[in-house]
DNA sequence: AACGATGATTTCAACGTTGCAATAGCTGCG
DNA sequence: CGCAGCTATTGCAACGTTGAAATCATCGTT
């Protein structure tokens, strides 16, 4: 059916050596023998291998990558951005959806996944940092957007602390004192909430706002529903109401905003919003959403660099990298300047 | 590093063939020789080489599913199923996304992928199934969703023109009379949604309704924005206004009911809405959102079962198979019967 | 006791590729 | 002419697994 080596290698009058020579391009051949051999090649549509390749090479040349939801807007796109970068490394992803399920996190690295693929970048929600590492000592691993894990595997992820400094940071240059936070999840294990929960803190009280606890809300998920849920408690609760919103994720704060729209709150005149990743859906919403855009594809980038350098040179000993991607504040419609008084608007404090 | 069938054998006092046995669970193994390979295999850790296994079977165990858009609510909860239903047969799968660009799907079949996967489950938007069938010989092919590509590969989907025609039905038999109809995508190859407006047609002529040309209404995408946009223009054309609308999915479905309340117009009470796909966000959305419910779980099992077929006999002379998956119409809140005058409701003939 | 039948286990080879070492062909220099 | 120093090419072996066939052990039957 399919033609090997040995078949190109006949046809081409030459060993099926001097074909892997061609087709690898690695040794030297001479320019006349090359130009035949990729004829033969071409004329009967040859394609190597994987499996003889993989089995000689100790590689499959197949990363896994496993999120918690492929429908969430932020994972897919940064899938699809992992996807293209390991093309260029000549490497296949195979996408696996976790659900946020530890036993499904955790047949990834002990289940026959972990022979047929080289490398696992993983966003984990259930699994601990620690748990990762020792079910899989042979498996290298990149995780993203876990907290430090100091000594178990390479992580890459952005600073989230100051990330949601600069956020709160942003409404409070707009003059808006009132600023709650919307999507907290200690129930995770991964920490990310907690990250952005403290940056939140830290710009308020550099700015000499003291924190509520009744303005931090928790959510279940990051999805549209538990924004619009979290905001709708926040407008009914009776006590004050907040100028501002920082969510922790895009997607909640377009809850957050609909919820508002439906409520009568004005954005942002009434409410200011900011979000976090910086989805597509947020760069047309009405209005459009300003957000933290951590630099997805240098996530993507740094992961598989962490991955290639862990793969190629399986150096046990190389201490783990913990990489910190860059972001930036996208500063759109959902966070425009009140026409408020404006003496105070300069009283924030800028983030270092 | 890690075990082979020769180091268990070593350690169990056997060859590696009665390992290799004892793993498959094929051939007769003396109980006691079970126990004491099962033991060294547990105590080495071994797990089969998948290239190996891969080289000499023929096969990889791998296949590859190729969708538009992985962030489509309805293609990503497709694909959950599909992995899911995979396991129970020991297969893995390679997600890809096409993003409809007629070189990724054509890249899919000609490029390393070919060797890798042991069959490819296809949505496609760009190619047609000639260019598909006659791209991938050698290569096992399920399509989802395509219109009936007679004898070129086995093919999935669900009856779209009588569920256009139920979904019109309903709309009709709720005394609804100015009922447009959204998601025309004349440009792609695949036609499903021709055949959804056919389906859609053939309701009202049943009901003896005139289809009027301006209510169709063609789209870019299936995403919420497009549908808005439709609607938007449906309410500011100056025209008639629709009484009803039957989207061709969920999505455009949802993004017709946010305008329509942004517009003042009420669902169901002015507007009634039928949707397509059955998505997770329709059956939260406000009010909640009738559609046509394809039974995914089913096709995901009908494509592997095609699949299963021509990869363990493949016997290329087979006739393909053109499998159609049950559907429904699932009833909520966004056509519920409106107070208006009700002698009219019953004219509507029902689908055969 | 010899023999066939049955069951358990082993041996051998092959899948397609590539690392390594060896060989063949050529050029230029002493 | 002979030989070192190249380049281009080849042969061999091995990666880990499994199909096919061979061998060995055991038991029941004649």
Redesign the interface.
């Known amino acids: ?2 033609s090997s080596l040995k078949d190109v290698a006949a046809r081409a009058g030459v060993s099926a050596r001097t074909v892997s020579n061609v087709v690898s391009g690695s040794a030297r051949v001479a320019a006349d023998t090359r130009r035949r051999v990729q004829e033969a090649i071409d004329e009967l549509g040859y ?6 390749r ?2 000689r090479a100790g590689r ?1 040349g ?1 990363i896994g990558l496993a999120i918690p939801e ?2 969430s ?1 932020y994972f ?2 940064l ?2 951005l992992i ?1 293209e970068e390991a093309r260029n490394r000549a490497w ?6 976790t659900l946020g399920d530890a036993e499904a996190e955790r047949r990834l690295l002990t289940g ?5 693929m080289d490398g696992l970048i993983i966003s984990p929600w259930a699994l601990t940092a620690q748990e990762l590492a020792s079910t899989a000592r ?1 498996l290298p691993i990149v995780l993203l957007g876990e907290r430090s894990p100091q000594g178990f595997a390479d992580r890459v992820a952005v600073d989230n602390v100051s990330a949601a400094d600069e956020a709160t940071t942003h409404l409070l240059m707009q003059g808006r004192r009132r600023i709650a936070a919307i999507g907290l999840q200690p129930h995770l294990h991964n920490g990310t909430s907690d990250l952005r929960a403290e940056g939140y803190r830290r710009a308020l009280r550099r700015a000499g706002v003291t924190p509520r606890p009744e303005w931090e809300r928790t959510v279940n998920t990051l999805h549209r ?1 538990d924004g619009a849920l979290a905001m709708a408690d926040l407008l009914d609760s009776g006590g004050e109401i907040p100028d501002a919103v920082f969510t922790f994720s895009d997607e909640l704060a377009l809850g957050v905003m609909h919820m508002a729209h439906q409520k009568g709150v004005r954005v942002p005149e009434e409410l200011a919003v900011v979000g976090f990743d910086d989805i597509e859906d947020g760069r ?1 919403g009405r209005p459009t959403l300003t957000t933290v855009s951590p630099d997805k594809r240098q996530i993507a980038r740094l992961a598989l660099q962490c991955l290639a350098d862990r793969i190629y040179s399986p150096d046990n000993e190389v201490s783990p990298s913990d990489l910190t991607a860059p972001h930036r504040l996208v500063i759109r419609a959902s966070t425009a300047q009140r026409p408020g008084p404006s003496g105070r608007q300069l009283e924030a404090v800028p983030a270092t």
């Open positions: 059916m399919s394609r190597p291998n994987l499996a003889a993989s089995l499959t197949i492929l429908h807007p897919a796109e899938a699809g996807v296949t992803v195979i996408i696996d959806q026959s996944g972990g022979r047929v042979s529903k047309y």
